[in-house]
DNA sequence: GCCGTTTTCGGCCCGACTGTTTTCAGTCG
């Protein structure tokens, strides 16, 4: 069993539980276990070999017990057992909106019911009114939350189609008059790497007007919730989105709230406590009722005592010990990169020539540009023979010689992997290049022995600078390759070889936990668009988000540095 | 079930919204 099937184990144990009614603190312990699972960012049984189990935070003596039958026998006794016990068809009634796990015991004890199908004929012909705390209202949401179950996808957005989404809301409600300022907060804000709900805030002291506006909005097909503070809604694409609403003298300690994550929240409330204040959305309040209320996010921050941690670092993996004797300031940010290091003309599959892309770098105040197209076996992306990358050599001179000295144009490739591990340009060629980035396109599904052998092998060649989009996933469309990470970070800080953060929002790849296993092993990253046309350069901060997710301070990040630095690098490889 | 810069036992964040049981439980984030 990998990480995710660990993790799955154990959130369906806590699912169980609570239907068959377990303490709560035991079932939540399991899904912290299940959380820290997911984003430990190194294979469990490395650290289970190590005999460092209990190392992980949220896994004590019985949960490392638990991984380590699941490792040694690929099975959980335990698990079994509550399955045994609870129709499995339960579990998908908590999927229903509005339906936990109370309910879901009522429904199947006092009910008999075992299925969504059952539920559902059971809310249609009125059946459920009769249970407790069950009334006509109650029914017509099951049956409006079954259907939009059946209709809803299970995937989360793409961290750029909810940007796009946020900002449609943000324009639309900056106009709304009374609305002071208006944010993104939650996953959106953390830059996590999929978005489930979109979260806004809005600084207003009239928030029932706000409300009314926002749920009148094209865009809102239904509303799920509707209050002063809090409203949610589900949009026409299916996505939801909740607004908070809450004064401007309260907007910093709303604002930290719900930017989240929750487990963040939670261990800042606990600290909080033992200052003897109590934080919420709303402020800190004193054990005399008085309240401290924070305008500014840092205020929040201040009175713990805490340097202001950077919304991308709140999953309550570490942070904030860190901002107990620490600050943040050196972590990268969009206004650090002075580059692009791997970007597509017309050459391959770009949509826009050699001289449009330079002028959209200058535009957007770049200091240099690689071109770097691709190589000749990609042929569906037209990857260009030796003959032509030679015939872009002189193309490249002549737009530099248009632009003098706006902008150093530097001839890359992104070079194919072939699936023996060969590269697709013979060294001579390679050689002849200014930098030399290195990709997988094909024959990702090879055995985790091959595709790790192959990139060894192409992290050896003396003339690979940069590995690009290492594991070639594409969120929710393609499996990342199955690899050994550490061992090609071990390799790749060994050899000085960068390794790309590709900020195309489909990719993000390296993802965060890989981008901070690298860093701890000494790597260098370069933070990559990978772009096929000039807007492409604005995915920019998709890649820098997720930098900052695995704390990238500036100086980690190739393409922060000056023009003769770089230089002086790939001269020096 | 986990955890400890007051604890190895006794805690474990805080509030909004909904529907229903006229005072609150369940769900959600």
Redesign the pocket.
């Known amino acids: 069993m990998n990480n995710r099937e660990m993790a799955d184990t154990f959130e369906a144990v806590a699912n169980l539980m609570e239907i068959k009614g377990e ?1 709560i ?2 079932i ?3 899904r ?2 299940a959380e820290a699972l997911r984003g430990l960012g190194r294979d469990v049984s490395a650290i289970w070999e190590a005999g460092e189990l ?1 190392d ?9 017990g638990k991984i380590d039958e699941m490792i040694r026998s690929d099975r959980l006794e ?1 698990y079994e057992k509550l399955a045994s016990e609870i129709p499995p068809g339960l579990i998908e009634l ?1 999927k ?9 015991a ?1 429904f199947w004890k006092e009910g008999g019911i075992t299925s969504l199908e059952e539920l559902e004929s059971a809310a249609k012909e009125g059946k459920l ?1 009769s249970l ?10 099951i049956i409006d939350g079954i259907q939009a179950l059946k209709s809803r996808s299970t995937e989360r957005s793409l961290l750029s189609s909810a940007w796009d989404t946020a900002q449609k809301i943000i324009s639309e409600m900056n106009k709304v008059k009374g609305v002071e300022r208006i944010e993104p907060a ?1 996953s959106l804000r953390r830059y996590r790497e999929t978005i ?2 979109l ?1 806004l805030l809005i600084a207003s002291d009239y928030p029932s007007q706000v409300m009314d506006t926002f749920v009148a909005l094209p865009l809102v097909e239904r ?10 809604v589900e949009l026409v694409d299916g996505m ?1 989105v ?1 607004l908070w609403v809450h004064p401007p003298e309260r907007f910093g300690s709303a604002w930290q ?2 930017t ?1 994550s ?1 487990a963040h ?2 261990q800042l ?2 600290i ?3 200052k003897d204040l ?5 402020g800190y ?1 004193r054990d005399d009722g008085s309240e401290l209320l924070c305008r500014k996010e840092s205020d929040v921050y201040e009175a713990l005592d805490l340097a202001w941690i950077p919304p991308e670092l709140r999953e309550g993996k570490g942070e904030i010990a860190k901002a107990q004797n620490a600050d943040f300031s050196d972590l990268v940010t969009l206004n650090d990169l002075r580059g692009e290091l791997h970007a597509h003309t017309t050459w391959s599959d770009g949509k826009a020539s050699i001289e449009e892309m330079a002028q959209a770098a200058i535009g957007l105040g770049m200091e240099y540009l690689v071109i770097s197209d691709h190589s000749r076996s990609l042929g569906i992306a037209n990857g260009l023979s030796i003959e032509r990358l030679m015939e872009q050599r002189a193309e490249i001179g002549e737009v530099q010689k248009t632009l003098g000295k706006k902008i150093h144009i530097l001839h890359g490739s992104e070079v194919e992997i072939m699936s023996d591990g060969t590269l697709d340009f013979p060294d001579e060629i390679l050689e002849q290049l200014d930098i030399v980035i290195a990709s997988l396109h094909a024959s990702l599904k090879q055995s985790r022995k091959q595709v790790t052998l192959r990139l060894l092998n192409t992290i050896r060649n003396p003339h690979v600078d940069i590995i690009g989009h290492l594991t070639g996933r594409l969120i929710n469309r393609r499996d990342p390759a199955d690899l050994d990470v550490e061992a090609i970070f071990k390799e790749g800080a060994t050899h000085n070889v960068v390794f790309e953060i590709n900020a195309n929002a489909e990719r993000l790849d390296l993802k965060d936990s890989h981008a901070r296993m690298a860093l701890d092993f000494g790597c260098t990253l370069a933070i990559n668009t990978d772009a096929h046309h000039p807007d492409h350069f604005n995915f920019r901060h998709f890649g820098v988000g997720t930098a900052r997710r695995a704390a990238a301070p500036a100086q980690s990040i190739l393409n922060t540095w000056v023009f003769k630095d770089l230089e002086a690098w790939l001269k020096h490889r």
């Open positions: 303490a603190y035991r939540l312990a399991y912290r276990a209990e992980i935070p949220g896994v004590g003596k019985a949960i490392a335990f908590l229903v909106d509005g339906i936990g796990p109370k309910k879901v009522q009114r407790s705390g069950m009334g006509p209202k109650s029914e017509q949401k939650g489930g709900d979260d509303v799920l919730g509707k209050g002063d503070t809090k409203t949610s939801r909740q709230f719900a989240g929750q929240n939670v409330r606990e909080a406590l033992k109590s934080l919420s959305e709303h309040k």
